[in-house]
T-cell receptor, first 115, second 110 residues
């Protein structure tokens, strides 16, 4: 148990569906992250929120839309996804001393399959 | 931008010392090196972090040469439970430029 929870753990959706991934951290951290993890590829940082403000958006397609209503919750809204978006989506949080210096605490991930 | 390169896989045996090396030729002055461990169906978990020379904690050691273009994670006396994927991460202390390696799948045999 890392103090970061993600729901759902598994999600299957069609290309025309709209769904949302949820992440919650119980660690009192100020920074939260969304990552995409595909097989045999490096983790891809998608979005970073620092004190609820988005600080990074690494050229992520607009069909992925993040939302951070407070420093404990992070959402990833999904719409009109493509099959190549199938992956494990990981949420992480950190205290925010500078991302390279922070220890990131990861949730277990949501395994997404787009049909 | 720094790129990290690590072996795809490694095998070893229980009780042995395992060394996994990560190459990061373009590492910047403000970059730190961090290693994470990931088990199936879990997110990565922090192992160790360093900037230069040697760092040791209760589970691992991290060796970083003077030029910082590579780093070596050392796991002493591994057990079957150390079978996992190990990731090298290079990241700045002042922004969110995070460069992850593709991971090294370590398999420990009895």
């Amino acid at each position: 148990e890392t103090g970061v929870t993600q729901t759902p753990r598994h999600l299957v959706m069609g290309m025309t569906n709209k769904k949302s991934l949820k992440c919650e951290q119980h660690l009192g951290h100020n920074a939260m992250y969304w990552y995409k993890q595909s097989a045999k590829k490096p983790l891809e940082l998608m979005f970073v929120y620092n004190f609820k403000e988005q600080t990074e958006n690494n050229s992520v397609p607009s069909r992925f839309s993040p939302e951070c209503p407070n420093s404990s919750h992070l959402f990833l809204h999904l719409h009109t996804l493509q099959p190549e978006d199938s992956a494990l989506y990981l949420c992480a949080s950190s205290q925010d001393q500078g991302a390279g210096l922070d220890t990131q605490y990861f949730g277990p991930g949501t395994r997404l399959t787009v049909l | 931008l720094a790129k990290t390169t690590q072996p795809i896989s490694m095998d070893s045996y229980e009780g042995q010392e395992v060394n996994i090396t990560c190459s990061h030729n373009n590492i910047a002055t403000n970059d730190y090196i961090t290693w994470y461990q990931q088990f199936p169906s879990q997110g990565p978990r922090f192992i160790i972090q360093g900037y230069k020379t040697k760092v040791t904690n209760e589970v691992a050691s991290l060796f970083i040469p003077a030029d910082r273009k590579s780093s070596t994670l050392s796991l002493p006396r591994v057990s079957l439970s150390d079978t996992a994927v190990y990731y090298c991460l290079v990241g700045s202390d002042s922004n969110y430029q995070l460069i992850w390696g593709a991971g090294t799948k370590l398999i420990i045999k009895p």
